[in-house]
Each structure stands twice: as structure tokens, then as C-alpha cells.
């Protein structure tokens, strides 16, 4: 039978699912999913405490919900423990085995595991999922002060929703400036400004690695001897691709499970796409990226063999306290022409040859973004 396998209910898996049925392919599906399969947009997990959210709310569907709209098999709390590529079967933790004909994997990424030391480590908490925004939900009622480990992307869309809450928050990590991965410090510095306003405390460049347990709840003294305490820490220091399945079944693996332009990997019968997938060299874990691959490759699936084309992918930070729009450039060679004003900043970055390559935009300066991105068609196409 021409059974396709979808491994994850995340976006990306029951977004591939869903462009099949719009291509009014009706092959039998099965999805499993180590989750309860609820279809829900994960972005919302860093901004709804502040929309007074909880795990429910953010529900858009339950996996019956699902099951009936996709007209497929969704197999839930259900690990694939094992992918044996030759027989083309998987293995359950429910003891079942699965035989595919076509294989997606769509198993995400898991946040990763400092390795902290100190009596209160292993309370850190992490959040990555719905079931892990419960807990984090339940844990912050009567809390006044939490930590937040990792002044990156993800921690200072937490911060930001629990300023919003009324939650004293201190930002720490060995970052130079919050967000440094993804924008330059001028930007950073300006989200930094204005949550510091809002009641956040910076803690750069100075994190020792060690969170301990204390009479009132957590306690860690910092590289310059300052202590800084907690009721609540969430360490939130950014996600890598699960690829420990793909590996173990001798699949092409780098920093992403390998795919080519196809979203195939190295078994001609095995695709992967969204945070898990690095497409044709690259690991791109936002929710665009997986939209256009799952649309191509729902093309692909059905007989139209169709590359993933990349559009210009802008990434929008939630600190809607000063809200962040970037066209990241990695670590291209160049410059950026920065301009500051009350407002927030405004770069755009340029290649070693004055090529418009990339662009930050911050506080209102972020309404600017189809502007920005015009401008970098058309210089695009000159
Ligand atoms: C807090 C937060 C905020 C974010 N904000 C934004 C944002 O504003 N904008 C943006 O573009 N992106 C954002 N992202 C990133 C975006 O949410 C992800 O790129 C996207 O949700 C990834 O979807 P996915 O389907 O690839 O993975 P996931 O949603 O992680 O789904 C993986 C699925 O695989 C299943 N699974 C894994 N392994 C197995 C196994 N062995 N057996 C069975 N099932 C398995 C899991 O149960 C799950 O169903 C954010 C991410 C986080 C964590």
C-alpha cells in the first residue's frame, strides 16, 4: 500500500499533511506523535501568559479534531523508538510495528540541556512544548522573581511576556548584547533599554554556570561576585534538531537531519522537513521556512517533483515591548549602516561587494519590514 508516515504533529508535520489534502492527494496518512497530537501554533508559547492563555486556549484542534479533518490515522503518546530503513518499518514504544512506503520526518528540536551545575539545576525548567507551558504556568502562579537563562531570541520573548504579567525578571547569560546571534548590538542594546524600563535586570557576560537552591527558591552568583536570586528559573538557550533517529538508522545527519533541495534524505524513501531538516545546508527553525517546504514538498509527494525556493524570510522577535524585525545575515562579511532614533534602529547590512544582503528593524522602525524587503527585491533585480 502507498502508505505515507508523517513522524511529528508539530506545524510542520500536519502542515505537509494538510497541503496533501489541498492537492486532493487521498493516500492513506498515519501520523504518530510522542505528544497528545493537539495542533497548536507553537510561536504562541513565548506570548500567552501576557494574552492571559492557557495550555487549553491555545488548542486549535485535538488530534480527533485532526483525525477527522486530514482524514488520517493519528497515532499519539507514541515514541517511534526505532527506524529500520531497509525493511522500511518502524518501531513503537507501544510494542507495534509500522510498515511505510514513504517516510517524513517532522520531529523538531529539542531545547538544549546546559550542562548547569549546582544544587538547583535540575529545576530548571524549559519550555518547548504545550505540556511543558502547563507546568510552566502552574509553577509561576504566586511566583514574583524568575530568572531567564539565555538572553537569545526565545528568552527575551519570555521575558517580555512575563514583564507583561508583572514578574520581576532577570536576564542572564554570557551574551554580549540580547539577541547577539541574530542582530548587532546598537539593536540589541535597544530591546535591552527597553525591557530594563519595563523592570528586566541585565546580567551579561557574566553567568557562571551554577544555579543553587535556596531557603526562598534559587540563588546564583555570577562571574563578577553579584548574586542574583529567583523564586523560578527558565533556561531558554535555544533548540537543536532531534536527529537522534535519523542517526541511529544510518541516515545523512549534520547539524539537521541532511536533505537535499527535495526535502529528501539520503533514503530515497525517507523526507524531513522543519526544525528537524537541514535543507540543502541549512537549519532554518522558524515557521515560514517549514510552510514552504511542506508546500513543495506536498508537490513533490504528489508527482511534481518541486525544489524548495526560498523566499526572503524576515524573523519577527515577540518583545512587543520593542518589537524586533531582522533579515539575519549569519556570519557574512560586511558592514552595517545603522541609524538610532527615539523610535528604535534601523540597519541594513551590506556585503563585502555593497550588496543589500539583510536589515534590522526595532520599536516602531519594525512597521518598516514590506518596505525593507521591497527594497531588497528591487536592488535584487537592478
Ligand atoms: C517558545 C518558542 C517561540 C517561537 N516563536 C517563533 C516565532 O515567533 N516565529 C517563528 O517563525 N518561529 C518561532 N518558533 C519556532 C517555531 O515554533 C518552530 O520552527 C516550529 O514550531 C517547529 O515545528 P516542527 O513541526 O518542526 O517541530 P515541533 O513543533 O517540535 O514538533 C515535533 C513533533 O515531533 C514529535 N516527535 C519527535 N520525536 C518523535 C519520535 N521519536 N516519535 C514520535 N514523535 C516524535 C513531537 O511529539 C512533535 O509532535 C518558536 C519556538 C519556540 C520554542
Known amino acids: ?5 508523517i513522524i511529528g504533529t ?5 502542515g505537509l499533511a494538510k497541503e496533501l489534502r489541498k492537492r486532493q492527494d487521498k493516500r492513506p496518512i498515519t501520523l504518530i506523535s510522542s505528544d497528545d497530537g493537539a495542533s497548536y501554533s507553537k510561536p504562541m508559547l513565548s506570548s500567552a501568559l501576557a494574552q492571559n492563555k492557557d495550555a487549553a486556549a491555545l488548542v ?43 517516510l517524513v520526518l517532522a520531529v523538531g528540536a529539542n531545547p538544549i540541556q546546559l550542562p548547569l551545575q549546582g544544587s538547583g539545576a535540575a529545576e530548571v525548567m524549559q519550555v518547548n512544548s504545550l ?5 510552566w504556568r502552574t509553577r509561576l502562579q504566586g511566583v514574583e522573581r524568575v530568572m531567564v537563562i539565555g538572553p537569545g531570541l526565545i528568552g527575551c520573548e519570555f521575558a517580555n511576556d512575563l514583564l507583561k504579567v508583572g514578574k520581576q525578571v532577570s536576564l542572564i547569560g554570557p551574551d554580549p548584547w540580547p539577541i547577539s546571534a541574530l542582530i548587532p548590538e546598537a539593536a540589541g542594546r535597544a530591546v535591552q533599554q527597553r525591557l530594563a524600563e519595563a523592570g528586566a535586570t541585565w546580567h551579561l557576560e557574566t553567568f557562571n554556570g551554577a544555579i543553587e537552591k535556596s531557603a526562598q527558591g534559587f540563588v546564583t552568583e555570577l562571574k563578577n561576585g553579584q548574586v542574583v536570586e529567583g523564586d523560578l528559573v527558565l533556561s531558554a538557550v ?27 534524505t539520503s533514503d530515497p524513501h525517507i523526507y524531513a522537513l522543519g526544525d528537524c531538516a537541514e535543507v540543502e545546508g541549512r537549519n532554518l527553525p ?15 509527494l504528489s508527482g511534481e517533483a518541486t525544489a ?3 523566499p526572503l524570510m524576515p524573523v519577527a522577535i515577540k518583545t512587543s515591548l520593542h518589537p524586533v524585525v531582522t533579515l539575519p545575515v549569519g556570519k557574512m562579511e560586511g558592514r552595517w549602516a545603522l541609524s538610532q532614533g527615539e523610535d528604535g534602529v534601523l540597519g541594513r547590512f551590506f556585503d563585502q561587494q555593497e550588496r543589500l544582503q539583510g536589515f534590522v528593524l526595532t520599536g516602531s522602525n519594525a512597521a518598516l519590514k514590506g ?9 535584487a533585480a537592478s
Open 238 to 264: 535555544g533548540l537543536r534538531p532531534n536527529i537522534a533517529l535519523a542517526q541511529a538508522a544510518g541516515l545523512a545527519v549534520n547539524r539537521g537531519i541532511v536533505t537535499d533541495a527535495y526535502l529528501q
Open 286 to 300: 522558524y515557521v515560514q521556512p517549514l510552510m514552504v517546504a511542506g508546500r513543495a514538498l506536498a508537490a513533490t
Open 371 to 379: 518596505q525593507l524587503l521591497k527594497e531588497m527585491e528591487e536592488r
Open 60 to 102: 486549535m484542534a485535538s488530534a480527533e479534531q485532526m483525525m477527522a479533518q486530514l482524514e488520517a490515522e493519528i497515532i499519539t503518546h507514541t515514541q517511534v523508538e526505532q527506524l529500520d530503513t531497509a525493511a522500511r518499518t518502524l518501531q513503537l514504544s507501544s510494542g507495534q510495528s509500522i510498515v511505510y512506503h514513504t
Open 10 to 14: 508539530g506545524l510542520a508535520g500536519y
Open 1 to 5: 500500500m502507498n502508505r505515507l508516515v
Open 308 to 310: 524548495v525556493v526560498y
Open 131 to 135: 505540556a511543558d507551558y502547563a507546568r
